[in-house]
């Protein structure tokens, strides 16, 4: 089946992308980055995504491989300053944090 209602994980993300993707309805995956090429959606909190770097010997972490097809930005790149949604925003004050790297801090 395309669809596993029953089906039980942590990625409710992914399976609901793949329902729609391969379901009766056919939704095309779109790619969803801002004009510089900066992520909108992100899976990791600010923190993490700013400090991510690329695996060096020709290694790739999940993260890579899922983002094969559209690539990544790196560092101070890392995310839009039209982002939507970070995970692991547990406290008010990292939106506050947020707030600021995103539309405050200069080079």
Not at 46 to 64: F, I, M, N
Not at 72 to 92: A, I, N, Q
Request: hydrophobic content about 25%; aromatic content about 12%; glycine content about 6%.
């Amino acid at each position: 089946p395309t669809c596993n209602p029953t089906r039980r994980t942590s990625m409710e993300d992914v399976m609901i992308a793949e329902c729609l993707r391969n379901g009766d309805i056919h939704i095309p995956l779109t790619d969803t980055r801002d004009e510089q090429g900066r992520e909108r959606f992100h899976p990791f909190a600010p923190a993490s995504h700013y400090q991510l770097t690329p695996k060096t010997g020709g290694e790739r972490d999940w993260y890579e491989d899922y983002n094969q097809e559209w690539g990544l930005t790196w560092g101070k790149e890392c995310c839009s300053t039209e982002s939507v949604s970070f995970h692991y925003m547990k406290k008010p004050a990292m939106v506050r944090h947020i707030y600021m790297l995103l539309y405050h801090c200069q080079d």
